[in-house]
């Protein structure tokens, strides 16, 4: 399974910015996804999650200004983010997600965001 993140960029403070990730599992529909992030010399964080069935979770630092939703037409996961602040910048990735394990399928390239002004 190979996932694609894309929409990274530069931005200040209050602003936003869009992930998109695409994924090549046939399994799409009937799994949960996460967005994940990786600030400098901090370990990778789930942030964001989406079930199979559209249910969301989010962890407090983005609850009220990120939104994740999935798309199972063209298996994309998105990741809307809004009122950024410099504690945001991070290597954003997404992958798996399920409840109670660790487990996670190989990692993309990531998508890098930069909170700055």
């Known amino acids: 399974v190979q996932f694609v993140e894309s929409g990274g960029g530069l931005v200040q403070p209050g602003g936003s910015l869009s992930l998109s990730c695409a994924t090549s599992t046939t399994l799409f529909d009937s799994l949960p996804f996460g967005w994940y992030r990786q600030a400098p010399g901090r370990q990778r964080e789930l942030v964001a999650r989406v079930s199979s069935n559209g249910t969301t979770n989010y962890d407090d630092s983005v609850k009220g200004r990120f939104t994740i939703s999935r798309n199972n037409a063209k298996n994309t996961v998105t990741l809307q983010m809004n009122n950024l602040n410099t504690e945001d910048t991070a290597v954003y990735y997404c992958?798996?997600?399920?409840?109670?394990?660790?487990?996670?399928?190989?990692w993309g390239q990531g998508a890098r965001v930069i909170v700055s002004s």
């Open positions: 992958n798996i997600a399920i409840r109670g394990t660790t487990t996670t399928f190989s």
